[in-house]
């Protein structure tokens, strides 16, 4: 008796052509080869900082240092890679992070403690992003505009509320948390807040119904309001999301430096697109990986940090990640010109 053997199909029910993978498995397929490319290129830098530098670069305490850095840009750039799929950007994620910065360490915040900062901080982050998602889903304004629009306005705030001084965190609860007997099994608190929000990030995008209309706004945003998408809705979301992202990183950076400044979070902003685009987050919306953006981060907070021990310049390392940035559109155009 000959056995009957059904077709492979494409996973909307229609027959896929004999020898054609299904086209959610090629996805996947060149999900898996994008991160093991970026996790190769992270296990070079690692080399090559182990090369040049063993004794410094391979440090517990410079490890420690590595990740401990990465988590504050890392917040911001899990909140960046959900606007940048559903087809937006934020140019303001730096400036929110000076002001929330500034304003969570104010003396007459700091009256309140720990709380208190924490919770200004959020609040001052969620609010700004409030604004920008009011400006763009319910204004019409173009989200480059509406956040170039809030980075002067966030600086220029900032700037007034410090009349250009740092402000020193005298809370005690705010210090202990950046000296090492408050690490947890040798990881530092700010490291274990990053994976958190890593985790919660890779959740909501991949596992939630959040998630999968993110996607199919990115996509394409009329055929996504017309199957049933609040659109509007859903970009005001998106850019509370990323403000409430930039209010924990400016947590952690008070948690870090053990101040407030109106120039904290300079050029978060291209930092975090730049760690989601080679992380194979489509600039033009549509798709989007946090796993991707993580080891972005990664990759670039590395790269600083080889950089700082072998005392080579600020410009050749800006080069170096304008080089990594083009290399990485120009792999996405090609995947894309493929698919």
């Known amino acids: 008796m000959t056995q009957h053997v059904s077709p492979p199909r494409d996973g909307t029910g229609k027959t896929a052509p004999a020898g054609e993978l299904p086209a959610w498995r090629g996805l996947m397929g060149r ?16 080399v090559i900082g182990g090369v040049t530098k063993p004794d410094e670069f391979l440090d517990t305490r410079n490890l420690q240092l590595v990740l401990t850095q990465a988590s504050v840009i890392g917040v911001v750039t899990v909140g960046m890679t959900f606007v940048i799929t559903s087809g937006g950007i934020d ?14 360490t104010t003396v007459a915040t700091q009256e309140y403690g720990f709380a208190g900062i924490l919770f200004t901080a959020v609040i001052v982050g969620v609010g700004c992003g409030l604004v920008n998602g009011l400006l763009i889903a319910y204004g019409g304004m173009v989200p480059f505009i509406a956040t170039l629009a809030m980075l002067a306005s ?29 690490y947890v ?3 530092p608190p700010l490291v274990l807040v990053f994976a958190a929000v890593t985790i919660a990030g890779w959740l909501v995008l991949n596992r939630t119904t959040f998630g999968r209309r993110t996607v199919a706004v990115g996509g394409n945003a009329e055929a996504a309001r017309l199957a049933g998408i609040d659109v509007r809705r859903q970009r005001l979301y998106l850019y509370l999301l990323s403000g409430l992202c930039c209010g924990i990183a400016a947590f952690l950076l008070i948690v870090l430096s ?18 989601a685009i080679i992380g194979g987050t489509l600039l033009s919306g549509g798709r989007g990986t946090i796993t991707g953006s993580v080891l972005g981060v990664l990759i670039f907070t590395t790269i600083t940090n080889i950089f700082a021990l072998n005392n080579l310049q600020s410009d050749v390392q800006q080069i170096a990640k304008g080089a990594i940035i083009v290399a990485a559109v120009l792999v996405q155009r090609r995947t894309a010109s493929t698919t």
């Open 91 to 104: 140019l303001s994620v730096g400036a929110i992070v000076a002001l929330a910065s500034v304003w969570a």
């Open 185 to 187: 099994l040798g990881v």
């Open 258 to 275: 053990g101040s407030g400044q109106n120039t904290n979070g300079n050029l978060y902003e291209l930092d975090a697109i730049a760690a």
């Open 154 to 182: 966030a600086r220029g705030l900032a700037l007034q509320i410090t009349d250009g001084r740092t402000q020193i965190v005298t809370v005690d609860g705010i210090l202990d948390l950046g000296e090492r007997d408050s």
């Open 31 to 46: 999900t898996d080869v994008r991160t093991l490319s970026l996790l190769g290129v992270l296990a070079a830098l690692v």
